[in-house]
Nanobody, 121 residues
Framework: QVQLVESGGGLVQPGGSLTLSCAAS????????MGWYRQGPGKQRELVAA???????NYADSVKGRFTISRDNAKNTVYLQMNSLKPEDTAVYYC???????????????WGQGTQVTVSS
């Protein structure tokens, strides 16, 4: 069993930055693919970014160049650095853990509780 706890959400002005963190329990973190998903009001949940155990990353086109996913295996933690935030980035952001490739439709088995990110002036 893997438990995921997100933190770092909040209210930020357009153009601002936030860093989300997701702390994972368990001893297999380093072997897992970690992802960040988001679900905006009235929208489907979508993959924002993912990082595999070897460090390979993939991003949604809408966040490329603005968001960076990283992981610290010593701390069992994955991060999402979000820069140049836009109102359309407003959503609940969820941490996800699985094995192999993560996509919008292929999701890992474990979810965090979600953290709200609101981008507004």
């Amino acid at each position: 069993q893997v438990q995921l706890v997100e933190s770092g959400g909040g209210l930020v002005q357009p153009g601002g930055s936030l860093t989300l963190s997701c702390a994972a329990s368990g001893s297999i973190f380093s072997r897992m693919t970690m992802g960040w998903y988001r679900q905006g009001p009235g929208k489907q949940r979508e993959l924002v970014a993912a990082i595999r155990s070897g460090g390979t990353t993939n991003y949604a086109d809408s966040v490329k160049g603005r968001f960076t996913i990283s992981r610290d295996n010593a701390k069992n933690t994955v991060y999402l650095q979000m820069n140049s935030l836009k109102p359309e980035d407003t959503a609940v952001y969820y941490c996800n853990a699985g094995i192999g490739i993560l996509t919008t439709s292929v999701r890992g088995a474990y979810w965090g509780q979600g953290t709200q990110v609101t981008v507004s002036s």
